[in-house]
């Protein structure tokens, strides 16, 4: 007996080592739970403020401090002049990637949006206004420090020209200064030893590589070519103090020099009261 046992023992053990597996299901895995605890995201949209086509952006960050409360923080730049911050406490919780925000600011309804992991962004339409006027849009949210400028925010450009001027020619120097805020910006030239400067909005449309300044009530328009890096603006003035024309079909090259911008000031409301909603 003791030898079949050991026998059907060897066998068994012999079977196990040599028959094919049996195949079983992959268990569904159950994907981690999403935290947004201690992140911070910002987003900006831009439009246009009031009758006057003044531009603007709007400045939205939240910051999710616990695992269900966090704080807004909101500002807006308009006409190139930033306005005051305003911060709102919030309430938040999360089931599977949706999120849902209550805050005063919104009113009773909680604001609902889903969080995009795979690309780490989220988008919410958010407006702000004063009671008659609303501006906003829909803003696409990055982790702080992820986000990239919109081209051509912070970027300067130069051209020159040479112009006939008697028996030789004059050259002239243009500088092109896109700001980083209110799609301000300005445009300067130094032609013989008479140089000036004037102060303008901006409008780009990525799409089409194409846009416009706006210069004194007029708009100029510009194309950008990405290929090359040169950008192409349509303008024409006068020399200060004179009646030459300077200017036409300039092709700017970017400036990479380091340098301050001296950025005026418009006379416009420094701040007017708003508040956050949506449509």
């Known amino acids: 007996m003791r030898h079949i046992a050991t026998l059907t023992a060897a066998l068994l053990l012999f079977a196990a080592c040599t028959k094919e597996e049996p195949t079983t299901e992959p268990q569904p895995q159950t994907a981690p739970p999403v935290s947004l605890a201690g992140t911070e995201w910002v987003g900006t949209c831009d439009d246009d403020f009031y009758v006057w086509d003044y531009p603007a952006t709007i400045f939205w960050e939240f910051d999710f401090l616990t695992d269900s409360t966090g704080e807004i923080k909101l500002t807006a730049?308009?006409?190139?002049?930033?306005?005051?911050?305003?911060?709102?406490?919030?309430?938040?919780s999360i089931e599977g990637t949706e999120v849902s925000v209550s805050c005063y600011a919104f009113g009773d309804e909680p604001l609902k949006f889903d969080?995009?992991?795979?690309?780490?962004?989220?988008?919410?339409?958010?407006?702000?206004?004063?009671?008659?006027?609303?501006?906003?849009?829909?803003?696409?949210?990055?982790?702080?420090?992820?986000?990239?400028?919109?081209?051509?925010?912070?970027?300067?450009?130069?051209?020159?020209?040479?112009?006939?001027?008697?028996?030789?020619?004059?050259?002239?120097?243009?500088?092109?200064?896109?700001?980083?805020?209110?799609?301000?910006?300005?445009?300067?030239?130094?032609?013989?030893?008479t140089c000036a400067g004037v102060s303008l909005f901006w409008h780009y449309d990525s799409a089409s590589h194409s846009g416009t300044v706006s210069i004194d009530g007029t708009r100029h328009p510009f194309t950008y070519d990405p290929a090359t890096d040169?950008?192409?603006?349509?303008?024409?003035?006068?020399?200060?103090?004179?009646?030459?024309?300077?200017?036409?079909?300039?092709?700017?090259?970017?400036?990479?020099?380091?340098?301050?911008?001296?950025?005026?000031?418009?006379?416009?409301?420094?701040?007017?009261?708003?508040?956050?909603?949506?449509?």
């Open 77 to 92: 730049v308009i006409a190139a002049q930033p306005q005051d911050e305003l911060t709102f406490p919030f309430r938040y």
């Open 115 to 193: 969080y995009d992991t795979s690309a780490r962004t989220f988008t919410l339409e958010l407006y702000i206004g004063d009671g008659n006027t609303t501006i906003g849009g829909t803003t696409v949210f990055h982790l702080k420090g992820e986000e990239q400028p919109a081209f051509p925010v912070s970027t300067s450009w130069t051209a020159r020209q040479q112009l006939p001027s008697g028996d030789t020619l004059m050259p002239v120097h243009w500088g092109l200064d896109f700001w980083e805020y209110g799609w301000g910006g300005q445009v300067n030239y130094c032609a013989g030893s």
């Open 230 to 279: 040169i950008l192409t603006l349509e303008y024409t003035t006068q020399i200060y103090g004179t009646t030459i024309p300077i200017g036409s079909t300039l092709q700017f090259y970017r400036d990479t020099t380091e340098g301050s911008k001296k950025k005026p000031q418009l006379t416009i409301p420094k701040t007017i009261p708003i508040f956050a909603s949506r449509r």
